[in-house]
């Protein structure tokens, strides 16, 4: 994977070492995550709180250089955990979570990178900002909210050529003066290196295939 990234910023452009992987561990058994944690990877993403406690708790204590970062869905009274255990939220996406983040980060004195998700193919059963919506959203972060954010992060329709939507995030941030652009999966990430990329969010394609989605009743710990 290191060598595909690589050979993408070569053949589009793109500075060397200027796309950073992150390793989508979520739902991997351990067996499969433990020799990408020993062949030197350090930036993992996980799309729940609680999984990620469970997963990463005890490793991260001998892991001083591992950076965690969700990037699923974060509800309102997980922001608490959430703040305590990433080092990355990439899923902020509205102003009552942006209101329970900035009451955490001050409690927990410790303060994630953010970065806003867009929903650029505007579906109603995904979260993420409106495009049309995302410049303003991200005017208030820093004036209502005290909050700094990074970049902005997408996951473009399913069975739609995720090209227009990774050019309308690039488009996005440029205009909001932001330089991170979290985009690109197993299957489209060379695309996303092209359109600027500065983080691909890689899972199936490092791990192999996740084991199928066990029910929520007995996945709950
Ligand atoms: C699962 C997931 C990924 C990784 O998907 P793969 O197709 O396995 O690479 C990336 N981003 C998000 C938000 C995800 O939920």
Not at 19 to 26: D, G, I, T
Not at 28 to 34: I, K, L, M
Not at 72 to 93: H, M, S
Not at 136 to 155: D, H, Q, S, T, Y
Request: proline share 7%; aromatic share 4%; hydrophobic share 45%.
């Amino acid at each position: 994977m290191r060598a595909r990234i690589a050979a993408a910023e070569r053949r589009f452009g793109r500075a060397p070492g200027s796309v950073r992987l992150v390793a989508v561990s979520k739902q991997q058994p351990w067996r499969a995550v433990e020799p990408v944690l020993i062949a030197g990877q350090r930036v993992f993403g996980e799309n729940r709180v609680q999984e990620a406690e469970a997963r990463w708790g005890e490793v991260r204590a001998r892991t001083p250089d591992l950076e965690l970062r969700l990037i699923g869905p974060l509800q309102t009274n997980k922001t608490a955990d959430a703040v305590a255990r990433f080092d990355v939220i990439e899923t902020l996406d509205r102003e009552r979570l942006a209101r329970a983040l900035a009451d955490a980060v001050q409690k927990a004195g410790r303060a994630p990178r953010l970065y806003v998700q867009v929903n650029t193919g505007e579906e109603p059963q995904k979260a993420g900002v409106a495009p049309a919506e995302t410049d303003a959203f991200l005017a208030r972060l820093p004036a209502e909210f005290g909050l700094k954010v990074e970049g902005l992060m997408c996951i473009p329709p399913a069975g739609e050529p995720p090209g227009p939507h990774f050019a309308l995030l690039a488009k996005i941030a440029a205009r909001n003066g932001l330089s991170q652009l979290s985009m690109g999966m197993s299957g489209d990430f060379e695309t996303a290196i092209r359109l600027g990329a500065t983080s691909v969010r890689v899972g199936s394609a490092v791990f192999g295939a996740r084991p199928e989605a066990r029910p929520r009743a007995v996945q709950a710990r």
